[in-house]
């Protein structure tokens, strides 16, 4: 088991950036392959990044993809994501996630163990 608590949401500009953390406890973090998702208002939640369990590999998706940046920190247990040049579509609920593997995957449903998740809003 892990449990999760993400942080670092909040009101921002467009344009602004933030950052999101993910602290975890329980087993053993670098076990774990990480991700975050979102889920706006009416949709459905989606992908946007990954890392692996040594923070060597990261992906993307489309939309995000140069924009945001994911990390971790296995001493600190702790998970990131450095989100700039935000827009108003970025507005969602964020979640962070982990999956017992070496190599986490886009799919939501690879992911047993998530957060509750925090609410980043972006103004126009």
């Known amino acids: 088991q892990v449990q999760l608590v993400e942080s670092g949401g909040g009101l921002v500009q467009a344009g602004g950036s933030l950052r999101l953390s993910c602290a975890a406890s329980?087993?053993?973090?670098?076990?774990?392959?990480m991700g975050w998702f979102r889920q706006a208002p009416g949709k459905e939640r989606e992908f946007v990044a990954a890392?692996?369990?040594?923070?060597?590999?990261?992906y993307y998706s489309d939309s995000v993809k140069g924009r945001f940046t994911i990390s971790r920190d296995n001493a600190k247990n702790t998970l990131f994501v450095q989100m700039n040049s935000l827009k108003p579509e970025d507005t969602a609920v964020y979640y962070c996630?982990?999956?017992?593997?070496?190599?986490?995957?886009?799919?939501?449903?690879?992911?047993?163990?998530w957060g509750q998740g925090t609410q980043v809003t972006v103004s126009s």
């Open positions: 996630a982990a999956q017992f593997t070496t190599w986490g995957s886009s799919n939501q449903h690879d992911y047993p163990y």
């Open positions: 329980g087993r053993t973090f670098s076990r774990y392959a």
């Open positions: 890392i692996d369990w040594s923070g060597s590999r990261t």
